[in-house]
C-alpha cells in the first residue's frame, strides 16, 4: 500500500513540539499552585495513523553481522533497502531476492549514520561521522 504524509507534516510537528514544551516548562503560567495544568498535546503523533503493517517475516537480508544504524526503502515502491552501519558502507538489497548479494558502497571513514533516498530512488545519500 501506499503510505503517504499528511499535507504541512513538518509544519504541524513544529506546532505541536512547540505546545508541548510549553506545557511541560516549569516556568510557565499552566503551574496553578505548584500543580501542572492538564496538556493539551499528548502526542507528537495526534493527526497520523500508521497504515497496516505485515506482521510476518518474509526473508532475511544479509549483510555486516552486526552494528546497523540506518535503513530505509530506495524510492516509493519498496523492493529495494538501503542500510548503514559501523563498518563504514552502505548496503543496497533487492528485497524480492534476499539471496541475492548486496551492492556495497564504500567511501565512508566512520560509521554511517544516516541513509535518505529521492522519491523516484535515483539517489541515495548517506551521512557518516567524519
Not at 27 to 48: I, W
Amino acid at each position: 500500500p501506499e503510505a503517504r504524509m499528511p499535507e504541512q507534516r513538518l509544519i504541524e510537528l513544529l506546532r505541536q513540539a512547540y505546545a508541548y514544551q510549553v506545557e511541560f516548562s516549569n516556568f510557565h503560567p499552566s503551574l496553578h499552585g505548584g500543580k501542572r495544568a492538564e496538556p493539551v498535546v499528548r502526542t507528537l503523533l495526534e493527526d497520523y495513523s500508521c497504515p497496516t503493517l505485515p506482521n510476518a517475516l518474509r526473508a532475511t537480508l544479509r549483510g555486516p553481522a552486526s552494528d546497523i544504524k540506518c535503513v530505509c526503502f530506495l524510492g516509493q515502491e519498496g523492493v529495494r533497502v538501503v542500510a548503514g552501519g559501523a563498518d563504514h558502507r552502505v548496503r543496497i538489497w533487492d528485497a524480492r531476492d534476499a539471496w541475492r548479494a548486496p551492492v556495497v558502497l564504500e567511501g565512508h571513514t566512520a560509521r554511517v549514520w544516516s541513509v535518505a533516498t529521492t522519491p523516484s530512488g535515483h539517489l541515495v545519500v548517506s551521512a557518516g561521522g567524519e
